[in-house]
């Protein structure tokens, strides 16, 4: 899978660490961040699936019941301003030798059903100094009134929001640490 607008490298990560099974009624895209903060601090937020908030702008609230473990499940809160106000939502993989993290939303008072997303950190050279690769993909029902476009481009816009937020916050950090 040679993925249009993305280097040699890019396609390798999403090819190793972005396999989706879709399905007829489903949609799938990934997105990719640069981000100008060592693999190591981008990592140590985005593993933080028991505190998503820290840089995902549309979580209010987040509880989780569980130890961090494979099928740990978590409750969120979503800010006003969305068509959605709860999500349950079940860590599918944590993986901090590779920097993947998979969440499945399983319930929740939102559109987004059969919802996995897969983030995956991954070093390189940013301007000559320390920088990663934060890709992110997904699959997703298409809701019933919607096209496939439609609902990924919905989908897309939230990660585009949270993969930003995520940048500014890594980068700020690493401005305290530098």
């Given at each position: 899978?040679?993925?249009?607008?993305?280097?040699?490298?890019?396609?390798?990560?999403?090819?190793?660490?972005?396999?989706h099974?879709?399905?007829?009624?489903?949609?799938?895209?990934?997105?990719?961040?640069?981000?100008?903060?060592?693999?190591?601090?981008?990592?140590?937020?985005?593993?933080?699936?028991?505190?998503?908030?820290?840089?995902?702008?549309?979580?209010?609230?987040?509880?989780?019941?569980?130890?961090?473990e494979?099928?740990?499940?978590?409750?969120?809160?979503?800010?006003?301003?969305l068509?959605?106000?709860?999500?349950t939502?079940?860590l599918?993989?944590?993986d901090d030798?590779?920097?993947?993290?998979?969440?499945?939303?399983?319930?929740?008072d939102?559109?987004?059903?059969?919802?996995l997303?897969?983030?995956?950190?991954?070093p390189?050279?940013?301007?000559?100094?320390?920088?990663?690769?934060?890709?992110?993909?997904?699959?997703?029902?298409?809701?019933?009134?919607?096209t496939?476009?439609?609902?990924?481009?919905?989908?897309?816009?939230?990660?585009?929001?949270?993969?930003?937020?995520?940048?500014d916050?890594?980068?700020?950090?690493?401005?305290?640490?530098?």
């Amino acid at each position: 899978m040679n993925v249009k607008g993305s280097s040699g490298v890019e396609n390798e990560y999403i090819k190793k660490h972005h396999k989706h099974e879709i399905k007829d009624n489903q949609c799938t895209s990934f997105l990719i961040k640069h981000v100008k903060a060592p693999v190591h601090l981008v990592w140590s937020l985005v593993r933080r699936f028991d505190q998503p908030q820290i840089y995902k702008p549309f979580i209010s609230r987040c509880v989780v019941h569980g130890n961090m473990e494979i099928g740990t499940l978590r409750e969120v809160d979503v800010k006003s301003g969305l068509p959605a106000t709860t999500s349950t939502e079940r860590l599918e993989l944590l993986d901090d030798d590779e920097h993947i993290l998979s969440v499945k939303f399983i319930g929740g008072d939102h559109r987004l059903m059969n919802y996995l997303s897969t983030v995956s950190v991954h070093p390189e050279v940013i301007e000559g100094g320390p920088g990663s690769m934060v890709i992110e993909s997904f699959v997703v029902d298409v809701p019933h009134g919607n096209t496939k476009d439609e609902t990924c481009y919905f989908v897309e816009a939230l990660i585009k929001c949270n993969l930003a937020s995520l940048a500014d916050v890594s980068e700020g950090l690493a401005r305290e640490d530098g």
